[in-house]
C-alpha cells in the first residue's frame, strides 16, 4: 500500500514568510509525528498526535511553529515568520497506534533565504 | 533523562566484511523501545527493528543481527558479509512507553567499498 507522502518536497522561501508543510499518513495509522532533522544530525522530535490531538508538542522550538491534524488524517505543520534557522528536512512519520514501530516519510527540505 | 549515543560517526569496511554498529542508551523507564533506522542516500528514514526492554533476545533477519544487552545498556547492529547497498547513515533510536516520541542519536554513516 501507499506509505507516508509529504508535500511540497522542495521548498525555498525568504525569511519573514509563512509556510505551511503536509503530511498525509498511511491509511489506518491514528498516531502522526512530525520531526526536524538537520544537516548531520538524527532527527528531533516536534509533535506527536494521536487522532486529532496533540498529544504531546514538546519539541515545538517555539510558538512560531503550529501543526494541526483536523480530521485525524492529513497533517500539517505550519511555520509563520520563517527564520535561516528554520533550514532543515521536517520528517513526518505515523504508526498504527502508540510505541509502534513509525514509518516516514520522504520529508520537506526547507530553506530559509 | 533519554539519550541515545552512537560513538561512531564513520564506519569504511570492503564488501564481505563483518561491521558492527555500536548503539547505548540512557532512560529511567523500566518500559521502553529501541530502534534502528537506515537512511540511505536518497533520504528516507526506513525502519529495521524495534524492541522492547522486556525481550533481551537476539534477533536475526538475514544478514542483520541485533545484540540487546539491558547490563550495558546497549542495542548493537551487525551486518555480516557487507555490500555495497548497505551504505547509509544508521541511526538507533528510543522511545519510553509514556512518551511515545523517538530520541534519535546521531547516525553512524557505513561506507562499503567494493
Known amino acids: 500500500g501507499a506509505g507516508v507522502s509529504q508535500t511540497p518536497s522542495n521548498k525555498v522561501t525568504e525569511k519573514g514568510k509563512y509556510v505551511e508543510l503536509r503530511c498525509d499518513p498511511i491509511?489506518?495509522?491514528?498516531?502522526l509525528y512530525w520531526y526536524r532533522q538537520s544537516l548531520g544530525q538524527g532527527p528531533e522530535f516536534l509533535i506527536y498526535f494521536q487522532g486529532t490531538g496533540a498529544a504531546d508538542d514538546s519539541g515545538l522550538p517555539n510558538d512560531r511553529f503550529f501543526a494541526v491534524r483536523p480530521e485525524g488524517s492529513v497533517s500539517t505543520l505550519k511555520i509563520q515568520r520563517t527564520e535561516r534557522g528554520d533550514s532543515a528536512v521536517y520528517l513526518c512519520?505515523?504508526?498504527?497506534?502508540?510505541?509502534?514501530?513509525?514509518?516516514f516519510g520522504p520529508g520537506t527540505r526547507l530553506t530559509v533565504l | 533523562a533519554q539519550k541515545v549515543t552512537q560513538a561512531q560517526t564513520e564506519i569504511s569496511v570492503v564488501e564481505k566484511e563483518d561491521v558492527t554498529l555500536d548503539c547505548v542508551y540512557e532512560t529511567r523507564d523500566t518500559t521502553y523501545y529501541l530502534f534502528w533506522y537506515k537512511q540511505p542516500p536518497s533520504g528516507e528514514l526506513v525502519f529495521l527493528i524495534r524492541?522492547?526492554?522486556?525481550?533481551?533476545q537476539n534477533e536475526i533477519s538475514g544478514r542483520y543481527s541485533w545484540n540487546f544487552q539491558k547490563s550495558t545498556s546497549s542495542f548493537n547492529f551487525t551486518i555480516t558479509a557487507s555490500q555495497v547497498v548497505d551504505s547509509a547513515v544508521y541511526f538507533c533510536?528510543?522511545?519510553?512507553?509514556?512518551?511515545?516520541?523517538?530520541?534519535f542519536g546521531t547516525g553512524t554513516r557505513l561506507q562499503v567499498f567494493p
Open positions: 491509511s489506518g495509522h491514528t498516531a
Open positions: 533510536a528510543l522511545s519510553e512507553a509514556d512518551t511515545d516520541k523517538l530520541i
Open positions: 524492541r522492547n526492554s522486556f525481550d533481551e
Open positions: 512519520a505515523s504508526s498504527l497506534n502508540r510505541n509502534n514501530e513509525q514509518f
